[in-house]
C-alpha cells in the first residue's frame, strides 16, 4: 500500500491506523521527533532511497516547479534502482499482508514503485490523504523553518496534482483512495472501513471489534490543532484561486461514498495546465534573481577554485543555472580538480 501526497496531511496519523489493524511498515522505522513525537511511520531506507533519486533530479521537496515530477522520474529510471528496491521488497520480513509504503515524496516516484512492486510480485493499491493547504504549509513552515507562504502553497498545489494524476484508477492500474484528514480525525474506524472496503485489505475483520476503541485511543482529533486559513496566508491571487479550486476538487473525490469522477479529473487536469501558466510567469518576473546567481555562482568559481566553492556551484547549478551558466560552471569546475590544465 503505497501513501504519497503532501506533507504535513495527516500521512502518519493514517499510517499509525493502519499499524494498529495489523498492517506493517518496513523496519527500520525512521524516529520520532519533535515534528512527530509520536512517529512518521516511515522506513528509513525508504527515505533516503528517495533523496538520492531528488539529489540526482535536482528536485526539492515541496517542489514547486511544474517539471519537477518529469525530473524525478528520468532520475529512477536505470542505475539498477527498480531491481534493488525490488529485492528489498521482496526480503521483507513481516507478520501481515499488508505493506505500508509512505513517504511524502514517494509522490514523485509512483511510476518508480509501480514497476518495482511488479519485479517483487507485490499488488500495490493507493491512500492519497487530503488536507486543508493552508494548516499543511503553516506546519512546515513552522517544524521545518521553510519558505515563503507562496512556496509553501505552490509545492502543495504542484505536489497534490502530481500525486493525483500519477494515482489516477484506470484499466489495469491499482486502486486507490482519496481520504479527508479531518474524516480520520472524527471518526476514524469509518474512515478505515471505507479504506479496507474500497482497497480490498481485510484488516478489520481481522482487527475484530476492538478495532473502534484501539482507534479512538490512537487518533486525537487535537491533532488537527492548526487554525491557520488560506485567508490568513499573503498570496499573489492567481495562486489563491488555483488552490481553492485544487482543494475542493480533491475534497470532491474524497467524500465518502463518492465514485472516482472523469470530470473532476478533467478540472485537475486543467488546473494544473493552469498552475504551469502562473509558475512560468512567475518565473518570467524573477529572471533577475537567477541570472543573480549564476553570476554570483560564476564569480566565486573564477576567483577561487576550493573544494567547498566548487560544492556550493553544484548546489546552486540545478536550481538556478540557465543551459549557458550551467556549461560554464562544469567547466570552470573541472578547471579547478587537481591534475588538470
Same mark, same amino acid.
Given at each position: ?15 499509525? #491506523? ?18 512527530? /513525537? ?81 519485479? #517483487?510480485?507485490?499488488? /500495490? ?123 475542493? #476538487? ?74 549557458? #551558466? ?16
Amino acid at each position: 500500500m503505497l501513501v504519497p501526497g503532501s506533507g504535513r496531511s495527516g500521512t502518519s496519523a493514517l499510517t499509525m #491506523a493502519l499499524q494498529a489493524l495489523g498492517a506493517a511498515v518496513p523496519p527500520p522505522a525512521r524516529p520520532p521527533t519533535e515534528a512527530n /513525537p509520536r512517529g512518521f511511520g516511515e522506513t528509513v531506507w525508504i527515505v533516503r532511497h528517495h533523496d538520492v533519486l531528488l539529489r540526482r533530479a535536482g528536485v526539492v521537496h515541496g517542489d514547486a516547479r511544474p517539471d519537477a515530477g518529469i525530473r524525478a522520474a528520468r532520475a529512477a529510471v536505470g542505475g539498477g534502482h527498480e531491481r534493488r528496491v525490488a529485492r528489498r521488497l521482496a526480503r521483507i520480513e513481516v507478520d501481515s499482508d499488508v505493506v505500508v509504503v509512505k513517504d511524502p515524496q514517494l509522490t514523485w516516484f509512483v511510476d518508480h514503485w509501480l514497476r518495482s512492486a511488479a519485479r #517483487a510480485g507485490a499488488t /500495490p493499491s493507493f491512500a492519497l490523504m487530503v488536507r486543508d493547504p493552508a494548516p499543511s504549509a503553516a506546519s512546515m513552515g513552522r517544524h521545518f523553518r521553510a519558505a515563503e507562504p507562496a512556496h509553501l502553497i505552490g509545492g502543495w498545489v504542484n505536489q497534490m496534482l502530481h500525486a493525483e494524476r500519477a494515482t489516477r484508477p484506470g484499466p489495469g492500474r491499482p486502486r486507490r483512495v482519496l481520504v479527508r484528514y479531518p474524516d480520520l480525525l472524527a471518526d476514524p474506524r469509518a474512515t478505515l472501513a471505507r479504506i479496507d472496503d474500497r482497497l480490498g485489505l481485510g484488516l478489520l475483520d481481522r482487527a475484530g471489534p476492538t478495532a473502534g476503541p484501539l482507534l479512538r485511543d490512537l487518533i486525537d482529533p487535537a491533532l488537527d490543532r492548526e487554525r491557520t486559513r488560506l485567508a490568513d496566508l499573503d498570496l499573489p491571487d492567481g495562486l489563491r484561486t488555483i488552490t481553492e479550486e485544487v482543494h475542493a #476538487a480533491l475534497e470532491t473525490l474524497a467524500r465518502p461514498g463518492t465514485p472516482e469522477d472523469p470530470q473532476v479529473h478533467g478540472a485537475l487536469d486543467a488546473l494544473a495546465v493552469r498552475y504551469a501558466d502562473l509558475y512560468d510567469r512567475a518565473a518570467g518576473l524573477t529572471a533577475s534573481s537567477r541570472l543573480a546567481a549564476e553570476q554570483q555562482a560564476l564569480r566565486l568559481l573564477a576567483q577561487r577554485g576550493s573544494a567547498r566553492l566548487r560544492v556550493r556551484a553544484e548546489t546552486l547549478r540545478p536550481r538556478h543555472a540557465g543551459p549557458a #551558466a550551467r556549461r560554464r560552471l562544469g567547466e570552470l569546475a573541472a578547471r579547478r580538480r587537481p591534475g588538470a590544465r
